[in-house]
């Protein structure tokens, strides 16, 4: 466990999917893809920082 100072940002957000509005957490700053788990659209693409989120974001998690 590494411990690091309270983020002033989360690092996941919760994100519905567009297409079959499952809501499924995702990683802020993703390093491959991100894929609906129900329906396999996709959610977000890597930039090298926060992620492009093509899902709607519902709101970041702690
Ligand atoms: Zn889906």
Do not use: Y
Request: charged share 20%; glycine share 8%.
């Amino acid at each position: 466990m590494t411990e690091e100072p309270a983020p002033a940002a989360s690092r996941f957000v919760l994100v519905r999917c567009r297409d079959c509005s499952k809501e499924q957490v995702v990683f802020r700053r993703p390093a491959t893809t991100v894929n609906c788990t129900i329906c396999g659209a996709l959610l977000a693409t890597p930039t090298g920082g926060l992620g492009n989120f093509r899902g709607e974001v519902l709101r970041a998690l702690a």
